[in-house]
């Protein structure tokens, strides 16, 4: 009997975040594990817009946010920019200072 491809992808996924999430974001007082990148200074003298702050997680605790949406990661608050679901259970947010 073959599992179904939604219950592989779950398993798929939570084994990322198991090994990967390197931070936890508090998203209306639930917390959710991601995977944080913030970058520390600006690529190629401030030439290429790529300074902001990004998480990556599950969809199911981050996929109702949009943009505007507040969250905190390590006690900073963030805003939501922009939120990018990847159609195989992920969103990318990318974030701003709140």
């Known amino acids: 009997m073959s ?3 939604a219950a592989l992808e779950a398993r798929a996924n939570a084994a990322v ?3 990967l999430c390197n931070a936890v974001a508090v998203v209306d ?3 959710v594990p991601v995977i944080f990148e913030k970058p520390y200074a600006a690529p ?3 030439e290429a ?4 702050p990004e998480c990556t997680g599950a969809a199911a605790g981050l996929g109702g946010l949009e943009r505007g949406d507040a969250l905190s990661i390590g006690g ?14 992920f969103v990318r ?3 701003g200072t709140a």
Do not use: H, I, W
């Not at 817009?49 to 902001?52: K, L, S």
């Not at 900073?76 to 259970?89: H, I, K, M, Q």
């Open 29 to 31: 007082g639930v917390a």
């Open 44 to 46: 190629f003298g401030g």
């Open 17 to 19: 975040l198991g090994r």
């Open 3 to 5: 599992t179904p491809f």
């Open 93 to 95: 947010l990318v974030l």
């Open 76 to 89: 900073v608050a963030y805003e939501v920019l922009t939120a990018e679901p990847d159609g195989s259970g």
């Open 49 to 52: 817009d790529a300074t902001a």
